[in-house]
């Protein structure tokens, strides 16, 4: 148990845990049955494009998130690539600025301009009421993200979309078995996309899967994603095929999910209950109707309160084998190449990355690790003021270097 700065590794003390506490660890899967799973992909010498197993996940993911259609891609950031092809889009895309850079870069890839939105301060999402400021003649959709795997305001983005004639699809990366008002993410606008990396809720080592609910753009995204298919795009098409080995992952991943969310429910409320009444930091509230997979901790850290800003902590805690993630950070138009292309300010999003951490949480961490993180952002910022003190002295006495 630490009590005095000095206890702390980052001022000379020994690290909190002896092997590093991760964000983002793979959820716990059963071994035996993915192992039962490769089995009978080997035995059936089927493995990949288009197999039993990478069908039986669209299935899977299509009933839980009551959908139509779900295809099986090779990452999340295929999938939007995909749903941008699919749909033919060409010039500007708006889309938040406050995710991680994939969003901004799978578009970029394909020739697209990205541009960035303000969030909305209090949901933390792009903010609908700002989409139609953004919109030129270049633009051709809007590409909304459900930040964290809180379902961004699907109608409203929608009904403004609708409004400027500009079809509009999501990047649910993170959301999973998220609801808002009931309704899971992945029935929204013409496509939703989800990511299946290994450090998703649902990991399929490497995977994505796009849901929509329309046959005609399933089909175009299912010939997109084998080399074009029947051949009835202009871009032809390349290989984002599934393999069967991810979707067996992708199943076991998917048999444990209603465990996987449960541990991270209480991983956030052992956080909300050990991290309450520490000064000068938040978990973000919870919006009303929302039921999310928590799959990221996040919380929001302000320095004025302590003197210990979110880069501060985020060392104290690295020290201590904590690898705690400032998720998203840069926002993606503070990030090259968007900073040089077209320097915008969006004041609420750079104000809120800059106060984000993403904490350890999944299957891989329990109640105990949490409180023992939380006594240590405890210690830190109760005696903020000294230790970002102590902190600055360190620094400029390791940048004079010894004495001559
Ligand atoms: N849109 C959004 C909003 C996204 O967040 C993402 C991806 C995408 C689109 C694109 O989806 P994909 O094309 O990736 O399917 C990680 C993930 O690689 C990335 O998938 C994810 N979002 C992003 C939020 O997080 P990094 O750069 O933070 O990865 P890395 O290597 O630093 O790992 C993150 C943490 O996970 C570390 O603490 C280590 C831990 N980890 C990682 C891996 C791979 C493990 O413990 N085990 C592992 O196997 O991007």
Sequence with gaps: MKNSLGDLALLGGEPEFDDPIYVGRPTNINREDLFRRLGLALDRQWLTNDGPLCRALEERIADLVSVKHCVAVSSGTVGLQLVIRALGLTGEIIMPSMTFIATAHAARWLGLDPRFCDIDPVTRQIDPDLIGVLVTPRTSAVLGVHLWGRVCDTDRIGAVSETHGLPVFYDAAHAIGCTRSGRPAGGAGAAEVFSLHATKVVGAFE??????????????????????????????????????????????????????????????????????????????????????????????????????????????????????????????????????????????????????????????????????????????????????????????????GPRP
């Excluded at 098409?237 to 992708?250: Q, R």
């Excluded at 429910?265 to 309450?276: G, P, V």
């Excluded at 919870?286 to 850290?301: K, R």
């Design 207 to 400: 995977g994505g899967a796009v849901t929509t609910n329309d046959d005609g753009l399933a089909e175009l995204l299912r010939g997109l994603r084998t080399f074009g298919g029947g051949g009835s795009s202009p871009w032809g098409g390349t290989n984002a095929k599934m393999s069967e080995a991810s979707a067996a992952m992708g199943l076991c991943s998917l048999d444990v999910l209603k465990k996987s969310v449960e541990d991270n429910q209480s991983n956030l409320d052992a956080y909300r209950t050990y991290l309450a009444d520490i000064p000068g930091l938040l978990p973000p509230p919870d919006l009303p109707g929302e039921a999310g997979n928590h799959q990221y901790a996040v919380v929001e850290v302000f320095a004025e309160e302590t003197g210990v800003d979110r880069d501060l902590l985020r060392q104290v805690l690295l020290a201590e084998n904590i690898v705690a993630k400032p998720y998203f950070s840069p926002p993606c138009h503070l990030h090259a190449p968007y900073v040089a292309q077209r320097p915008v300010r969006l004041p609420h999003t750079e104000a809120l990355a800059a106060r984000t951490l993403a904490l350890p949480t999944g299957s891989a961490v329990g109640t105990r690790e949490v409180r023992r993180i939380c006594s240590v952002i405890r210690l830190a910022l109760s005696r903020g003021r000294a230790l970002a003190e102590r902190h600055r002295s360190a620094v400029s006495n390791h940048r004079k």
